[in-house]
């Protein structure tokens, strides 16, 4: 039987930020994932909050050692209104201008590396059992690698990402219906680039059926994917590959981008990801990252959340360890601080959808600061604390979209959420 203080399931971002903070805290911790590294992992866009977490870190080195292309912005264009809008992110006493396109494989074994070198034993491949808790502790059994391998820890960290590994096992996934997207996405080589600083921008591409995301890495490769409505897809689960060049071929700027691009992965393709789990922490647990909850990627805000999570929680767990008090209470400022953050996103999210809401949001004014409220948002800025001004501007914004809401339908014009569909 291996032991430790803590036992982190997974190696993503969540897990390896989790694992190095507490393994500077002194404690013995294992981190293990199921996947050998390098792998393929979608989530590839980084806010400008993240640079700033990776600073806190001690990690931001290595990556810019990648080289990581920059993104100054993000932009969005609308293909029924033909309506673009970037909106380039501003520097901030807490926030730099520019947040990074990262190709995850390479990402992930940073972060990964990062926790092993703070002290964290990694085991790779190793795949986590449901776990069994006690009074004194839990158990989890490993296998994959090297067989089977009992562990015991005194805390488990659940970082397994959109598995939930506590959700699956002792706790429940409550799926967003309306949000029951599918994704399909790979990377291409040679498509085209836009000029000086837009060329790091992520661009979104809205059409009835869903968007598209364009996420150029350094070098030549972008990563390109879809995001579509479940009405979309009904029907058509054939080979993936059809259904994404059929899509992409519909997308005439996407198109156009990828004319003389070779794609050099396979599609992958990723479904029913809008749910949130429950519970979040528990007597000698918590989770982080995805294994909390997931919306939708629109807002390229997944793995900030995710380690942002982790940065969260590591001073709840070490505390816990210290004092030998792992009740769920001592765990309840973090989910409240966790849940405080993700409303924002989880808010434009619900309304970005609705028609109403979109044509706004592309056409957003400076009027009352609401452009840099937004602005904020899609940086990150909203997550620990909303200045009163920001949430004023929030709030005239979201009112603005509600009054054009009542507009569009006395128009005539089509007001319903393509959430619904
Ligand atoms: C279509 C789509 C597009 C996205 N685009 C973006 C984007 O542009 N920007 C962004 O920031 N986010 C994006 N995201 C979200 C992002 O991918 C996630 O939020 C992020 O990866 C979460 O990190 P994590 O560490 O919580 O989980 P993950 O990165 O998923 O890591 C979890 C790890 O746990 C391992 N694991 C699972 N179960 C076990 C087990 N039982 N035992 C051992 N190991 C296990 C897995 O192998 C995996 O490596 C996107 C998501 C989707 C679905």
Redesign the pocket.
């Known amino acids: 039987m291996k032991r430790c203080d803590v036992l982190v ?8 930020v989790a694992a190095a903070l507490l393994a500077r805290e002194g404690l013995t911790v294992l981190l ?4 050998p590294y390098p ?1 393929f ?7 400008p909050a ?1 640079l700033l977490l990776m600073d806190r870190l001690g990690v931001h080195d290595a990556v810019r050692k990648m080289g990581p292309l920059v993104k100054y912005g993000a932009t969005f264009y609308d293909q029924e209104s033909d309506h673009e809008q970037t909106f380039y992110f501003v520097k901030r006493p807490s926030l730099p201008n520019y947040g990074y396109e990262v190709k ?1 494989a390479e990402f ?1 074994a940073v972060l990964l590396e990062h926790a092993r070198a703070a002290g964290a034993e990694v085991l790779q491949p ?4 449901p776990p069994q808790f006690d009074q004194d502790g839990v158990t989890v059994t ?1 296998t994959g690698g090297a067989g089977r391998l009992p562990v015991r820890a005194r805390f488990l960290v659940d ?5 939930g ?1 506590i959700a699956s096992s002792i706790g429940r996934r409550a799926r967003v219906p309306n949000l029951g997207k599918i ?1 399909l ?1 790979a990377h291409h080589q040679g498509a085209a680039r836009a000029p000086g600083i837009d060329e790091g921008n ?1 661009r979104i591409y809205v059409f009835p059926d869903g968007w598209c ?1 364009w ?1 150029p890495f350094a070098g030549d490769v972008t990563s390109v ?1 879809c ?1 579509l409505h479940a009405k979309t897809v009904r029907g058509r689960e054939g080979a993936p590959e059809a259904l994404y060049d059929e899509i992409l071929a519909g997308v005439p700027r996407v198109a156009d981008g990828l004319r003389s691009a070779t794609r050099i992965t396979p599609v992958h393709r ?1 479904a029913n ?1 809008a749910y949130t789990n429950s519970p979040i922490t528990g007597d000698r647990f918590v989770c ?4 909390v909850a ?1 919306l939708d ?1 629109i807002f ?7 380690m942002q999570s982790a940065e969260l929680a590591a001073p709840a767990i070490a505390r816990a360890i210290r004092t030998n008090r792992f009740d769920a209470r001592q765990f309840r400022e973090y989910e409240r601080r966790l849940r405080y953050g993700l409303r924002p996103f989880f808010r434009f999210i619900e309304r970005y959808y609705e028609p109403a809401f979109l044509e706004i949001f592309l056409r957003p004014r400076a009027f009352l600061g609401m452009l840099d409220a937004v602005t904020g948002v899609l940086a990150g800025a909203a997550f620990h604390r909303m200045s009163p001004r920001m949430r004023f501007s929030l709030t005239v914004f979201f009112a603005i979209a509600r009054f054009n809401y009542w507009v569009r339908r006395f128009r005539g014009r089509p007001v319903q959420s393509r959430l619904e569909w």
Not at 9 to 16: A, K, M, T, Y
Not at 32 to 35: A, G, L, P, T, Y
Not at 41 to 47: K, P, Q, T
Not at 126 to 129: F, K, L, M, Q, R
């Open positions: 399931v997974g190696g993503g971002p969540s897990g390896s293990v994932e199921r996947d792998r992992h979608v989530g590839e866009s980084l806010l993240n995850r992930d190793a795949t986590a059992e490993l970082a397994s990402g959109r598995d590994l994704a996405f992520i995301w996420i994917g995001v990723a990801f982080v990252g995805d294994a997931f990627p390229s805000a997944g793995v900030y959340i995710a």
